[in-house]
């Protein structure tokens, strides 16, 4: 991740690219940086540029591409209509997973649609948005297919904070976005990831009200500090038992973009998506931002 580098967005002349073009736009404009549209040209079965096919197909493909970066390059324009974005394209062979994380490296962050071009319709997550959100090395903004992709006008970041390192970068991120938006942050902290309100009913010697005390304790103190960097932003804390997916996910209704880290509490190492973030991917309707810890 290059916090000063441009804003990458993957392009396919889809729907949803369209969508993560507009997102993309305001983003750019928020943290004044560049936008970076990339699209590929990809022929299942073949690595970089196939060979023994005849000169027009290539000159076919490469003229669908560029009209779907001019068209991008439209719909980003029609986004910032009053502000000096600065917008580039790139049009390259090769599968687009492995293109857009090559240019994560240098990105201040990747966008993406939910799905794109050839994903199976009733498919909740396109394969490419799956890959490049649990790789990539900068934060990586999944975005549905919205008439409002910036989710309900005026409403919070919601993020979620499981008390662990990992979800330190995210928690930032989500104070940056917060403050860029003027927006509430609204913090979400689980005690545990899945359910327990058999033991709080059964005799097991657990007291929610003091778990709860705690718990809410933890969580000021980790908020503390970005709280004392970004003093104008309003924050509200919210604790509850269990099942922190299922709660981002009731909340995120009224939100304008949801921030989660890329693992939590407990992760294998070798896992690059906890199971919250994973689970979100599939059922968040707003703008998702997932945030590794590198």
Not at 128 to 149: G, I
Not at 213 to 218: C, F, K, L, T
Request: net charge negative; hydrophobic share 45%; glycine share 10%.
């Amino acid at each position: 991740m290059d916090a000063n580098g441009p804003i990458v967005v993957g392009v396919d002349g889809s729907e949803f690219s369209n969508c993560a073009v507009r997102w993309a736009a305001r983003a750019g404009v928020r943290h004044a940086a560049p936008l970076h549209l990339i699209s590929t040209i990809f022929i299942a079965g073949s690595y970089g540029v196939p060979e023994g096919l005849p000169p027009a197909y290539f000159d076919d493909h490469e003229l669908l591409g560029r009209r779907r970066l001019a068209r991008a390059i439209e719909v980003a324009r029609a986004e910032a209509p009053n502000h000096p974005l600065t917008i580039d394209s790139e049009l390259l062979w090769g599968h687009p997973g492995g293109i857009l994380l090559e240019r994560a490296h240098a990105a201040r962050m990747l966008v993406v649609g939910s799905r794109g071009l050839g994903e199976v319709s009733g498919g909740l997550l396109g394969s490419v948005s799956a890959t490049v959100a649990a790789h990539a090395d900068c934060p990586v903004a999944v975005v549905r297919e919205l008439v409002d992709p910036e989710g309900t006008e005026g409403g919070p970041v919601l993020i979620g904070v499981d008390g662990t390192r990992n979800s330190e970068p995210a928690l930032r991120e989500a104070f940056v976005e917060a403050s860029l938006r003027g927006a509430e942050l609204v913090a979400l902290h689980a005690w545990s990831d899945t359910n327990i309100s058999s033991l709080l009913t059964a005799n097991h010697g657990l007291d929610w009200l003091s778990i709860q005390e705690r718990e809410e304790a933890q969580l000021s103190e980790r908020l503390a500090g970005s709280c004392e960097e970004f003093p104008g932003v309003r924050v509200t804390r919210v604790v509850v038992k269990d099942r922190p997916a299922q709660k981002l996910a009731e909340l995120s209704d009224k939100a304008q973009l949801v921030v989660v880290g890329c693992r939590g509490r407990g992760g294998f190492a070798s896992l690059l998506l906890g199971s919250t973030s994973r689970a979100l991917l599939h059922i968040v309707t707003r703008p998702l931002l997932i945030v590794h810890a590198h």
